[in-house]
Every structure is written in structure tokens, then in C-alpha cells.
């Protein structure tokens, strides 16, 4: 019996092998290797998907915060609100613009950002609110943008695990000054190596990012501003215009499983994400939370299956930003660290597949 990985990458590039290859090619043909032709096509096409009027596309997801955090004029004594139960990329990125790290706590349904936590962490010092879409689960963005509105605070919405989520029928991104996204390999929509990307509105915002990516410059030998190499690859941006073609249908996939995790579980009564009202998900990680984790992941190795912990140690938590968070306490947030377990979930995933995953888990798992 074969094993199931956490994400089939393996049997995504052989459902598209001939495009994939044929895409390549052209770049190494035409020597697009550095922005281009090939990125702009994708940033055109991925600004359609995401309901934005630009897409500046860049190196990685974490170049894509810092130059959006410096962009919106976030640095040094600026505090900038988000959450510890994310990928330390999110609090990197604010580091990196020389501001402070605010972490506030998560509401146990979605995981997400809790408005009434954020609200309660405002100071005059706050410049900006990063909120993470985190697992493809959209934030409670409303409430989210009620709490700051009145404040001038940019919102700056992380979307690296979100491609194609929604709210309240607009996609997330549409909501804050700008959101960034991750091409990681594994995202649901991923590159063939780092790249990311940020989505804007703004006009300005969009001229001044697409200089910070590139050196500050307007044209090859003039620089109006400091700026950074973050460019993205041709190659990247060629792999990327094939796969979002499939990506509507590889997240519908994805909510259909979740449907069917859903449905086995519940008379168990194992906790599971439960996104806002009027948001659609687009499950980039399925979570469960379980009493007994390292017990239930030594047998879905043992079966065969690869399970995965997203994220065990929070960030306040993390050496590198104790100082910063004190002896700060985050009941949610170091709660489920201790619980959660993620399953495998793609586009790929057949039933007869995560009926085994099912199986296996059940068998040991205790809520």
C-alpha cells in the first residue's frame, strides 16, 4: 500500500508535465530569467483572481511583508499588531522594518486574529494591523477594520496561506491597504521554487513597492529611492500562470475534503477550524485538535501517513522575539499549540486516500 504524503506535488506536476515543461522552456528560450514578460503576465492575471488592481510580484512571501510594511511608511518605534500562531515570517517581517511586534491572541473557532484582542492592544504607537488568513481561513476582517478605522492605521493582510479565500463575497486581500502572498512549493498555489507577491489598490503604494523590489529604480540606471533585489524569477512566474489556471478548482477540491473530515468527526466531537460566517476557505492546512498528538502522528506514521504541527511553539514563545513579548500570556494560543495536528489535504487527495487517513486517525485519536 503506498504511502500519502501531506501534499502530492508529485502527482500535481504529472497532471500538468506538458504545460509545465512547455512554459519552462519558453523562458530558458527567450532568457527571461529576471522579471519580465513572464512575471508580468502572471501579475496581471493574478491581480484579476485576487480582485486587486496590482500585483507586484517578488522574491518570497516574507519579502513581500517587508516590502509592503516599508511601503505603507511602517519602522522604527512603530508597534504593528498581529498574531503569535503563525509562521515566524509574519513577525520576521516586522523586525525587518525596524518596528515592534505586538501579539495579541486568536479566537478559538477560526484561529485567527480576535478583534476584541486587537482592540485591546491599540496605542498610539500602532501603525499598522497584520492580520493572517491563517490555514486559508479568512479573518474576521470586518470586525477587524472597525476596530481601526477611526485610527488611521494601515491594515496589511496576510494572505500566504489564502489564495482564493473569501468574505462576505470579496476576496480576502480586497480589505486592508495591501496583502502578501507566498509561492512556497506546498501553498495552494505554488511556485517551483521562493516566490511571492503583494496585492494592492492603491496607485502609489503599487509604484513605490514595484521600486523596493528593484533597487528603487524607475528606469535601469536611475533610482528615486533605496530599494532591495526582491524580484521574482521568469521561470517562477511561467510556473505560476500555468498552475492558477487549476487553482478555483484544486481549493474546491480542498473544501470538499474538509467537508468529509467534517463529517467523519463530528460525532466525536474533535474540534476543527469553523470559519466566520459568509467566509469560504480554501483549507490550506485541515486542523484537528487532539489530546493525545504525538501518540495519534507515531501511528499515521506507522500507517503510512504524514501528518504535520502548524505551529507547536508560538512566537512569543520563540527565543527570538521573548524579548519583545516579555512575559506576555496568550490563553488560546498556547492552548491549541499543545493540541493541534494537521492532515493530509491537496487538490490531489483521493477519497479512497483520506478514507485511510480517517481510519488511521480515528483509531487512536482522542479529543
Request: aromatic share 8%; proline share 5%; hydrophobic share 40%.
Amino acid at each position: 500500500m503506498n504511502n500519502i504524503p501531506f501534499v502530492n506535488l508529485d502527482r500535481q506536476y504529472d497532471a500538468l508535465r506538458s504545460e509545465i515543461n512547455k512554459a519552462i522552456q519558453a523562458v530558458i528560450d527567450s532568457k527571461a530569467f529576471i522579471q519580465g514578460p513572464y512575471v508580468r503576465a502572471f501579475e496581471e492575471s493574478f491581480a484579476a483572481f485576487c480582485g486587486c488592481s496590482y500585483v507586484i510580484g517578488c522574491s518570497n512571501g516574507t519579502s513581500a511583508l517587508s516590502l509592503a510594511l516599508e511601503a505603507l511608511g511602517v519602522g522604527p518605534g512603530d508597534e504593528v499588531i498581529t498574531v503569535a500562531h503563525t509562521f515566524a515570517a509574519t513577525a520576521n517581517a516586522i523586525k525587518h522594518v525596524g518596528a515592534l511586534p505586538v501579539f495579541v491572541d486568536i479566537e478559538p473557532n477560526a484561529y485567527t486574529m480576535d478583534p476584541a484582542a486587537l482592540a485591546c492592544a491599540l496605542t498610539p504607537r500602532t501603525k499598522a494591523v497584520l492580520p493572517v488568513h491563517l490555514y486559508g481561513t479568512p479573518c474576521d476582517m470586518v470586525q477587524i477594520k472597525s476596530a481601526t478605522s477611526q485610527r488611521g492605521i494601515a491594515i496589511l493582510e496576510d494572505a500566504a496561506q489564502a489564495h482564493g479565500a473569501s468574505l462576505c463575497g470579496r476576496p480576502v486581500g480586497s480589505f486592508g491597504d495591501a496583502a502578501t502572498y507566498s509561492f512556497y512549493p506546498g501553498k495552494n498555489l505554488g511556485a517551483y521554487g521562493d516566490a511571492g507577491a503583494i496585492a494592492t489598490n492603491d496607485d502609489e503604494l503599487a509604484r513605490r513597492l514595484g521600486k523596493l523590489r528593484d533597487h528603487g529604480r524607475s528606469s535601469k540606471y536611475l533610482h528615486d529611492i533605496y530599494g532591495y533585489n526582491h524580484r521574482m524569477d521568469g521561470i517562477q512566474g511561467a510556473v505560476l500562470s500555468v498552475k492558477l489556471k487549476s487553482l478555483a478548482r484544486w481549493n474546491a477540491r480542498r473544501r470538499d475534503l474538509a467537508r468529509r473530515y467534517d463529517a467523519a468527526f463530528a460525532d466525536r466531537k474533535f474540534k476543527t477550524i469553523l470559519a466566520p460566517r459568509d467566509a469560504v476557505p480554501v483549507y490550506h492546512l485541515y486542523i484537528v485538535e487532539v489530546s493525545n498528538r504525538d501518540e495519534v502522528a507515531r501511528k499515521m506514521e506507522a500507517d503510512g501517513i504524514a501528518t504535520g504541527v502548524h505551529y507547536p511553539v508560538p512566537l512569543h514563545r520563540q527565543e527570538s522575539f521573548r524579548k519583545d513579548a516579555g512575559n506576555l500570556v496568550l490563553p488560546t494560543t498556547e492552548r491549541i499549540a499543545e493540541r493541534i495536528l494537521s492532515l493530509p489535504i491537496c487538490g490531489e487527495l483521493s477519497d479512497a486516500e483520506q478514507d485511510r487517513v480517517i481510519e488511521s486517525f480515528l483509531s487512536v485519536a482522542r479529543g
